[in-house]
Each structure stands twice: as structure tokens, then as C-alpha cells.
């Protein structure tokens, strides 16, 4: 299994990132993906989930409304939109890879790190106030 994760960077409060995660080594549509984050300092944490057989998606409330998942299956590609980024939004971002779809996940909650067996390099995202 290879993730890499790309489409960090430099943005203003405010603006809008893609954040793109490349996938292989595996059957694409029998697993979920996720992205994660994590701020210095800080654990990291969940972000959102999208399972690749039906587009099933899962949000933290912290990014509700402002970033979308989603995952093109022909292109093993799963990607993360970031609008209306605010400074908080600064940290290296993760994808990463579940168990397959037809075991269920290893803990309740879709967005536990525990839930993921692969993780990508991570991928910088700082937001200037």
C-alpha cells in the first residue's frame, strides 16, 4: 500500500485549498480513506472519511460546511477540499487508508486513528492570518 499525499501550502485566511492523495496497492473501492491533521503541539485528529464503494462520507463538526471529500475510483484518488481556511486550519495533513469496507471499522468512531492502517507522508497546509 502507497499513499502520498500533495496540494499543500501557503494560503490566506479565507481561501481555499485541494489537497489530493494518490493511492495504490490495493483494491481502491473495497476500503475507506480518510484525512487527518495535526497542528504542533497538538494530536492529531480526524478530519473526514469517505468509503470508495458508495461515497459514504463523515465530517468533524469543526469542518462541517467547509470541506468536501471525495474520491475518484478510476484515478485512486481521494481528495480533500478546503474553503474558508482560518488560521486554525494550519497543520500536516494525512490520508490514510481502512480496513477493508466488508470487515466494519476497528472502532466506532469512523474518524479514530485507530481505524487506519496505512498513513501517507502528510502534506504541509499553513494559513497566514
Known amino acids: 500500500v502507497q499513499l502520498q499525499a500533495s496540494g499543500g501550502g501557503l494560503v490566506q485566511a479565507g481561501g481555499s485549498l485541494r489537497l489530493s492523495c494518490a493511492a495504490s496497492?490495493?483494491?481502491?473501492?473495497?476500503?475507506?480513506m480518510g484525512w487527518f491533521r495535526q497542528a504542533p503541539g497538538k494530536e492529531r485528529e480526524g478530519i473526514s472519511r469517505i468509503r470508495n464503494s458508495d461515497k459514504t462520507t463523515h465530517y468533524a463538526d469543526f469542518v462541517k460546511g467547509r470541506f468536501i471529500i471525495s474520491s475518484d475510483s478510476a484515478k485512486k484518488m481521494v481528495y480533500l477540499q478546503m474553503n474558508r481556511l482560518e488560521s486554525e486550519d494550519t497543520a500536516v495533513y494525512y490520508c490514510a487508508q481502512g480496513p477493508p469496507l466488508d470487515g466494519g471499522l476497528y472502532t466506532g468512531d469512523p474518524l479514530s486513528d485507530l481505524n487506519y492502517d496505512y498513513w501517507g507522508q502528510g502534506t504541509l497546509v499553513t494559513v497566514s492570518s
Open positions: 496497492g490495493f483494491t481502491f473501492s473495497s476500503y475507506g
